[in-house]
């Protein structure tokens, strides 16, 4: 019975962010004003991009610092789409007026397709970062040297795009409240709360797929990799395969969120490709829990949920708490909050800071039948004196 209760409090243990999740889902949007579940839908967004942070980095122990490229590649691909969508044909979006381009660009074209469109937002990240990832890890850079070139490309790419003023607006990005997707407005509220049930649907589908991944055989191979790589590369397997292969599949997920996110926030702009932003989502995953999955997606909501409120009141404070978050999970938590919790949450904390833990001892022992029963049979047995 005493078995049965703490496989019942782990389980409760495991399993409570997932119901935490699901109520919040079904009772917010009922709760919520439009502003702030418009809000809620970003930081889902943002939690399918750290995701594929914690499938790289928590699973396969590589340190991207350039996820922004993928995650504005997925956004820009939505955002050309619906410039174009309820268009006259010869007519152009507005800002090409601004700069005197009188036909629409060649690799504008495409995105007239909803289907090339859909294809384009995870596809087309997936195969900059599987080209990226193979140039690398063919090579073996890995570590520190992995992630400063992962944050070089990202200068690349963001100042390229910053630069291309004729092509995509440039610095000024491309707005998408004011376009029609389904014939009605992207930023009006009816479709921002389909666009958040929507979310709720692809972190699920997101969750599933890296939960599965990070299973089995491919699974096994990812940690080892962590872990030990030559190691497993002298056992006859090619890591370089493996990690490619995890590396598309995180800037895929990062290409979704970016387009769920660009729809929900109403512009895209070479901003989603600046340093400090691919940094924070790093930060979200290790605050939430690094190699958990449920702790990148809780930590991308959670962070971003106090960023918003913290910034309201007090504008200037947020770095300093964001600072000290970071700390805080290197010093004291370095498994997270989900982790935290997985190992005992206040009792671990309490015990920190000298507060004396509960012994682990057999719980209700004298009233294990088993113990009552080997009891009552020794007590029945002969002493040594009586013989």
Known sequence: MSEMVLFNAKQLRRWLPWLLIVVAALVLPVLLPPFRLNLLGRFLALGIAALGIDLIWGYTGMLSLGQGIFFALGGYA?????????????????FFSLYGVKTLPAFWQPFTSPLFTLMAIWVLPALVAGALGYLVFRNRIKGVYFSILTQAALLVFFNFFNGQQKLINGTNGLKTSTARLFGELVGSDAMQRHLFWFTVLLAIAAYLLCRWLTHGRFGDALIAIRDDE?????????????????????????GISGALYTVQSGIVSPQYMAVPFSIEMVIWVAVGGRGTLIGALLGAVLINYAKSLVSEALPETWLFIQGGLFLLVVLALPDGLVGWWRQGGLARLLAMVGWPPRTATYPALDLNPEVSAEQQHFASRPSADDR
């Open 78 to 94: 939505l955002a050309m789409h619906l410039q174009l969508n309820g268009l006259q044909p010869g007519e152009l979006p507005e």
């Open 230 to 254: 030559p190691r497993l590369r002298f056992t006859g397997y090619n890591p370089t395969a493996y990690k490619t292969v995890v590396f598309a599949v995180a800037g895929a997920l990062a």
